[in-house]
């Protein structure tokens, strides 16, 4: 007879703190160790007793879950490797003499970035990055070429915890310089002269604050501080305009930016566009000595397109060229030489609309199925006609274009292949709506295969995010066809904290209306019901970072109403984060959720809807949990202690699972088949829980 396998049980230790005169007790704050941020980069130095809880909560883990689905979840696994064109090649973007593309190797977790002349000729091997990942883990942040193509700088995090080496490669030699960027946060560009790298540095609490400048040849100790943000409720970042002429540096909140230019052909000290004024947000590109700006100044909610000169970048001197217009919400610009195009959603779908800035003639570029996806994207040339384009839907492969905005011509350059077969007739994709507890229409996205009877009898899996304005693209997956295919509905749910429906989306799902974020999902999930799409029993939800706390949420609220709770990297512990501030993410996000610190208000609404603080003596459905060891941005031990919470308080016996990744952080596993194989995990959770077996 064999024994059945015990659930850790997390210690209890006494841990008392008090804001705004009331007292919490947090027999669980144990979790959390002292020594974080070490641990980020080391994780080895983790107290044992924490490590010990965590390895207890992975064995009991594989030996009720992960031992018994073990066929379920390589069978998953395979047919989701099967729709991967393994030796898979990017479209090649031209950069003067050369064109830069990257490509995947058959069996291999991770790109080659290569080039080839601009008209034809042979490829060049730039950087192999299954040679310089090994078997470790291996956070690629990518790769950017000098303005002589003779330097490449790439990047990488070998912990998962964000933490980023630059590393200068000379393209003659194929030889990598000693003089590595050590611990940056990833953002990086290079001066036109190619003689120096402006970079993002973090401060000890994990944040962006600082952008240095390295010279080339210089030790790192010496790079001159090009800016340095003194509140640490802003991050900093560094880019360029698309017309090279400048490098831009930006000081930003999820409500409020404020933009300073360098000359990238003369260095010097950053000039500031416009100072920041609390929840004016804005954007720059530059052409001809004119800048054009992306912004929501002046009550543009869905934000409008200004100009000023270079010279009197001031907001003073704005004037609309695109003015806002309710309910067309701009997403994004992009300025190459005679055009101007933008990427706006309307109606709740995207569009890109183009501008000729010779003659002020707009034309729309949009597709008519009735869920889809739309992405556009600049080459590394300004003096072009040319953009790309990117489609997709929940039934149709990605699809990439070039788009030739003087003449309208499309290009298709690339249509994904699924080499085990894909023929889009044989799904539908539909558009419903779910009607809010106070009126509200929530859009939801579904997918299913053809002829699947629709009798409220079938299962569901439920995704939702609903935070930082993120919209959720109805975007072809070759992932959720292994759901699909087994019977399941596959629905997202568009709910408010995204802006699937414009600005004011997202403004009634944050701060003080963040439980329309849960009503709404909670409002899908019942209309997937009464619409007949899902029987009532079988609806699996899932969400990740603060989707993750969105089912914490509508797990406390609703937990009758769920088959499983699916919670990746679930930011579950939000009052207690909210009031360290210390944390990397903790005071720029006081914007989007409330400062708890300083203000009762914000303390009383976030402990009310708190998934760590909500846990109750009820019957939860079957929850699984997946976590990283070294992630800055949801900590570990926000599932840890949600599910330690879970096990001492819930009733019932539904399985509970807290799986957390030694090695990886807030992404998860770094190699592509490596991340397939947490899909098949969380995948074969959701079939199992349906009472499906294969």
């Not at 992960?66 to 379920?72: K, M």
């Not at 490098?247 to 409500?255: E, F, L, M, S, T």
């Not at 003015?323 to 569009?351: A, S, Y």
Request: hydrophobic share 35%; glycine share 8%.
């Amino acid at each position: 007879m064999t024994t059945k396998p015990t659930p850790p049980v997390a210690a209890r230790k006494p841990h008392a703190a008090t804001h705004h005169n009331v007292t919490r007790d947090d027999p669980y704050h144990w979790l959390r160790a002292d020594n974080w941020q070490e641990v980020m980069q080391k994780p080895e130095t983790l107290d044992g007793e924490i490590r010990a809880y965590l390895e207890a909560e992975n064995a009991y883990y594989e030996a009720e879950f992960g031992a018994p689905t073990e066929a379920l979840r390589e069978a998953i696994y395979k047919e989701i490797r099967g729709r991967m064109k393994e030796d898979d090649s990017g479209v090649p973007t031209p950069d003067g003499p050369w064109a830069y593309n990257s490509r995947m190797l058959e069996g291999k977790q991770y790109p080659l970035i290569v080039r080839t002349p601009r008209e034809g000729g042979e490829e060049t091997v730039l950087l192999d990055c299954n040679v310089e990942a090994g078997d470790d883990y291996f956070g690629f942040a990518g790769a950017e070429h000098d303005f002589s193509h003779r330097y490449l700088a790439w990047a990488t995090d070998r912990a998962g915890s964000e933490y980023y080496d630059i590393v200068i490669r000379d393209l003659e030699t194929g030889t990598d310089s000693p003089e590595v960027i050590t611990g940056t946060a990833g953002d990086y560009v290079w001066s036109n002269d190619s003689r120096s790298l402006y970079y993002a540095e973090y401060d000890e609490n994990h944040r962006p604050f600082r952008i240095r400048r390295h010279d080339i040849g210089t030790p790192q100790e010496s790079d001159a501080i090009v800016y340095e943000e003194k509140d640490p409720g802003f991050f900093v970042g560094v880019g360029r305009t698309q017309s090279d002429k400048f490098i831009v540096i930006d000081a930003h909140d999820h409500q409020t930016s404020e933009v300073w230019l360098i000359d990238a052909d003369k260095g010097g000290e950053p000039r500031l566009v416009a100072p920041r004024v609390v929840e004016r947000e804005y954007e720059v590109e530059e052409r001809e000595g004119l800048l054009y700006i992306r912004t929501n100044a002046g009550g543009a909610e869905d934000y409008k397109i200004v100009t000023t000169p270079v010279e009197t970048p001031d907001a003073a001197s704005w004037t609309d060229l695109v003015p806002h217009q309710q309910g067309v919400l701009i997403l994004d610009i992009g300025v190459i030489k005679n055009h101007l195009i933008r990427l706006e959603r309307f109606e709740g779908l995207p569009r890109i609309v183009i501008r000729d800035l010779r003659t002020g003639r707009e034309e729309t570029v949009k597709f008519e199925e009735e869920a889809y996806s739309l992405g556009m994207s600049l080459g590394y040339e300004f003096d072009t006609t040319t953009f790309r384009l990117t489609y997709s839907s929940p039934t149709t492969p990605n699809r990439t274009y070039d788009y030739d905005a003087q003449t309208g011509e499309r290009t298709l350059l690339k249509e994904q292949e699924v080499p085990s077969g894909h023929d889009p007739a044989d799904y539908e994709t539909r558009r419903v709506f779910a009607e809010a507890p106070d009126g509200e229409q929530v859009p939801v996205t579904v997918l299913y295969r053809k002829g699947l009877p629709l009798d409220g009898t079938v299962p569901a899996l439920l995704y939702g995010y609903g935070a930082y304005g993120m919209s959720m693209p109805a975007a072809f997956s070759t992932s959720v066809l292994s759901l699909v295919d087994r019977g399941f509905v596959y629905a997202i749910a568009h709910i408010r904290g995204g802006m699937e429906k414009g600005y004011r989306w997202y403004r009634l799902g944050r701060r003080e209306h963040k439980v329309n974020t849960f009503t709404d999902f909670i409002a899908a999930a019942e209309m997937l019901v009464e619409k007949r799409f899902a029987a009532r029993d079988r609806i699996v939800a899932q969400g990740g970072s603060a989707g993750g706390m969105l089912m914490g949420a509508v797990a406390n609220m609703r937990p009758d109403l769920w088959a499983a709770i699916l919670a990746q990297v679930p930011f579950v512990d939000v009052l207690n984060t909210m009031l360290d501030d210390t944390l990397p993410l903790t005071p720029p996000e006081w914007p989007e959720w409330g400062n708890p610190l300083t203000i009762p208000a914000d303390y009383q609404r976030i402990a009310s809807y708190a998934p760590y603080e909500q846990v109750s003596a009820q019957d939860y459905p079957p929850i699984l949990a997946l976590a990283g060891l070294t992630d800055p941005r949801v900590t570990y031990w926000e599932p840890a202690k949600w599910v330690a919470k879970l096990r001492a308080t819930k009733t019932g016996d539904a399985p509970l699972y807290l799986k957390t990744n030694m090695g990886a952080g807030h992404a998860g596993a770094s190699g592509r088949f490596d991340r397939i194989k947490e899909t098949a995990i969380c995948y074969a959770f959701a079939v199992k829980s349906v009472g499906l077996e294969a």
